[in-house]
Each structure stands twice: as C-alpha cells, then as structure tokens.
C-alpha cells in the first residue's frame, strides 16, 4: 500500500486571499508597493545561486488583513509562526526564514499572525524521477517529452522528507507533505490550506 502524502492546495477562508496583493523588500517605504524586488536573495542570473536572506523583510501590500498560514509567493513561502515551528520540528530539509512585517502601504500592521518568508535552495527540490511513478501517474507530456499538466500522481519511492518540493514546472508552486506533517498541522488547524491527497492534485489551486 503506497504511503499517504498530500498536497497543500488553497481553501477559499477570510482574510486568506489566493493572490498576496504586494512586494517585499528590505525597509519599509511607502512606495514600497510600486518598487519591484530587485535583490539577490529573489533572483540570480543563470544557475548563479541566491543569496541568503536578510534577518527582517517587509510585505507592503494593498490587502485589508491577512490570517492565513501557508501560501506561495514570490517564489517563496509566506508562513506563519506555527507552521515554521512544524516544519522545524518535522524533516523538511535546508531552507532559510526572515521574519516577515506584513504592512499596508502607510506602514500599518494587517496581520493578525505572525509571518515569515521561506525560501528553499533549488538544490533540494526533488527530482521527479527519483520519486515519482511515471507509469501509474496520469500525465500530459508536450511534443518535446516535458511534462505539460499533471492530473493524478503516484510515487514509486517514499520521499525522505515531510514537506518537499518536485523540480518540474507544473509543479513547482506546489509544497508536497507526509502524512505525519498533516497531522502535526491539526494541532493549530492551519487557515487558508488543505491538505490534499494525490490522485485529486490536477483540480486543485496550490496554497
């Protein structure tokens, strides 16, 4: 019998929008939301790798309030202070955390939680074909042999991980957990997520 894993998808809730509505930087400005993230930890040219992240970094967004606890943006992870305390007491591999301030544009605080921004290196993203059954998967291939939508996943092998990433561009929006993370997430019943499980992953939004 295949181990249960889930993926995290979104759950429509108040105050847990599907788009952040902002920019992150390193101070606070009240131009802030009109400046684009033009630093090293975001963005690198060619394989260069990012730099890591400053201690404190800035949400400045137009959105009224936030109360979710997971949600990827930015090409990183928005977490709140309980699912961090998960996945530092869980197998989650290497990543690095700046606390992160959530404030409108006048520099106001619109969290109801506290927040962090994640970012996980490339290098631990795992490679499909270590992982997954291509075979009993359901997937749609481009004329080129890449993986174009994928609507029902199997894996071959369990993944040594409780929260994890595939390196494949449909995918890679998409945060994959054990069974043992849902069920330390149960403990503070996280907002604006649900954990789902793989053969329903074409019809969801990722968190």
Known sequence: MDALYFALAYKKEAR???????MIHEAFSDKG???SMQYTWHYAMGHAPLADLPPE??????????????????????????????MQSTDTGSW?????????????????????FVKFPRAELLKVE???????????Y??????????ELRFRKTPERDLFFLD??????????????TEGAKRFRPRGVEFVELPEIGAIHSA
């Not at 847990?16 to 902002?22: A, I, K, R, T, Y």
């Not at 990183?76 to 305390?85: A, I, K, M, P, R």
């Not at 690095?96 to 962090?116: E, N, W």
């Not at 059954?133 to 359901?138: A, H, Q």
């Open 33 to 35: 939301y009109d400046r």
């Open 57 to 86: 970094l800035w949400l400045i967004a137009k959105d009224r309030a936030y109360d979710f606890d997971f949600h990827t943006s930015f090409d990183g992870q928005v977490v709140s202070g309980d699912f961090l305390s998960l």
């Open 16 to 22: 847990c929008p599907v788009f952040l509505n902002g």
């Open 142 to 151: 481009r004329r080129d042999g890449q993986i174009k939508k994928v609507w």
């Open 96 to 116: 690095q955390a700046a606390r992160l301030h959530a404030v409108s544009t006048k520099g106001k605080r619109i969290s109801v939680k506290d927040y962090f």
């Open 168 to 181: 494949c561009i449909p995918l890679l929006g998409v945060a994959f957990c054990s069974e043992r993370f």
């Open 130 to 140: 270590d992982v997954v059954d291509l075979e009993r998967s359901k997937i749609d």
